[in-house]
């Protein structure tokens, strides 16, 4: 039986009643391990409230420069999207705080990691799919899998027994989950895919229709893939990130109200805010329009679902999403210069796109005179393929006649 537990933990609901159910359950002593991801809370009382609920230990470490840096970026220069609309806000973060949990078992000598994931949503994969990669002789407690709660009510009602405080309350049991990148909604009211979230909800971004009524231009930097810097300014990832945050919060901007497939086969409705995240999406594809070879844009979309589909799963320690992500990086050398965008009440349109590695040339694009391209050429160009598309058909006539 596990002697020395090392939780990830939160302060929220179900991590605080995580301590207690496993100082009772197992008798063993649990180390809580808080990372700091841009979440915005003051992550001291988290570590006194780890301390006051029974944690013999408790770590809380700043990972922002390296969660923007090492695991939002790559996963920004691929451009994924889970089933064309997730940005991965939350994904994105549980291999990174695996990760760190692992590290905290070595140094203190634990035997255990726990999570307070529960047994019908993804993190529970995503947690344990990076320990075992990292580990894998570790021994994985999931208490949402043991227990005898049966929902974040009861959770409620043995915190407010115990005296842990929580944020949830039966008025407002939905699940946040907050970091640099986004916030996610999930549970209580938003499990009804017709009920409209509330506005007072909402914390990362102003409703569109309260937006400024005068359009935000700003530029975004790139080099090699990378934002690097806004309106001219270099910034390091964690200032653009928090920079770029306010101005499309300000604006309306990254808002989405999906309902996704879990990986355990559950469809499940979420509302994400993702400023930042999604006036980068959208910079980084205008900027690789003109940086990027056709046939090697095609290519790297066409890998974008299933890198997509490994983070969501719960795969970045993988060898196939590293495999990827060797080819993804490849491509983005070329792929600097400065993109234009126009941010207006939700919207986020390029309004301009340049670089010194630009393929994009006016002289061939041009529909006025000029003498570089030869039209008469796109005769024979059309004719070799369609000769296949020819064949095909006088075959098939054929066939038909002899019918």
Not at 58 to 64: F, G, H, K, N, Q
Not at 136 to 146: C, K, L, N
Not at 317 to 337: M, S, W, Y
């Given at each position: 039986m596990a002697k020395k537990v090392v939780l990830a933990y939160s302060g929220g609901l179900d991590t605080s009643i995580v301590i207690k159910w496993l100082i009772e359950t197992y008798n063993a002593e649990v180390i809580a391990f808080c990372a700091d991801l841009g979440q915005g809370e003051d992550l001291d009382s988290v570590r006194e409230k780890a301390l006051r609920t029974g944690a013999v230990k408790?770590?809380?470490?700043?990972?922002?420069e390296e969660f923007v840096r090492e695991y939002i970026f790559p996963m920004l220069r691929a451009n994924a999207l889970y089933e064309g609309?997730?940005?991965?806000?939350?994904?994105?973060?549980?291999?990174?705080?695996?990760?760190?949990?692992?590290?905290?078992?070595?140094?203190?000598?634990?035997?255990?990691?726990?999570?307070?994931?529960?047994?019908?949503?993804?993190?529970?994969?995503?947690?344990?799919?990076?320990?075992?990669?990292?580990?894998?002789?570790?021994?994985?407690?999931?208490?949402?899998?043991?227990?005898?709660?049966?929902?974040?009510?009861?959770?409620i009602e043995y915190a407010q027994k115990h005296g842990i405080p929580v944020t949830a309350t039966k008025?407002?049991?939905?699940?946040?989950?907050?970091?640099?990148?986004?916030?996610?909604?999930?549970?209580?009211?938003?499990?009804?895919?017709?009920?409209?979230?509330?506005?007072?909800?909402?914390?990362?971004?102003?409703?569109?229709?309260?937006a400024p009524d005068k359009p935000r231009y700003i530029e975004i930097e790139y080099r090699e893939g990378n934002p690097a810097g806004i309106d001219g300014r270099d910034l390091s990832p964690v200032e653009l990130f928090e920079r770029l945050n306010t101005i499309a919060g300000e604006n309306g901007i990254g808002?989405?109200?999906?309902?996704?497939n879990r990986y355990v086969g559950i469809k499940s409705r979420g509302v994400y805010e993702t400023p930042a995240g999604t006036v980068l999406h959208a910079a980084h594809r205008a900027l690789e329009s003109i940086t990027l070879d056709r046939e090697v844009l095609h290519m790297r979309d066409s890998f974008i679902p299933k890198y997509a589909e490994l983070v969501y799963y719960g795969y970045w320690?993988?060898?196939?999403?590293?495999?990827?992500?060797?080819?993804?990086?490849?491509?983005?050398?070329?792929?600097?210069?400065?993109?234009?965008l126009k941010l207006y009440k939700g919207n986020c349109t390029i309004a301009g796109r340049k670089s010194?590695?630009?393929l994009y040339a006016p002289e061939l694009a041009t529909f006025e005179a000029e003498e570089v391209y030869n039209q008469k050429d796109a005769d024979g160009f059309i004719k070799l393929n369609a000769l296949r598309l020819k064949v095909n058909k006088l075959s098939d006539m054929i066939c038909r006649k002899k019918d």
């Open positions: 408790a770590y809380v470490e700043d990972l922002r609309a997730y940005m991965l806000g939350t994904s994105i973060a549980r291999p990174l705080i695996a990760k760190k949990q692992i590290d905290v078992a070595l140094k203190e000598n634990a035997d255990a990691v726990s999570h307070g994931a529960t047994g019908k949503g993804n993190d529970q994969v995503r947690f344990e799919l990076t320990y075992y990669a990292l580990k894998p002789d570790i021994t994985v407690i999931a208490p949402w899998r043991e227990w005898s709660f049966n929902s974040r009510q009861s959770l008025d407002k049991p939905y699940s946040t989950d907050r970091n640099i990148f986004h916030i996610s909604y999930e549970g209580g009211i938003l499990e009804d895919p017709w009920t409209e979230p509330t506005e007072d909800m909402f914390t990362m971004m102003v409703p569109p229709e309260k808002r989405a109200d999906i309902v996704e320690f993988a060898p196939e999403r590293e495999a990827l992500q060797l080819f993804i990086d490849g491509v983005q050398k070329n792929v600097t210069g400065t993109v234009r010194p590695c630009s």
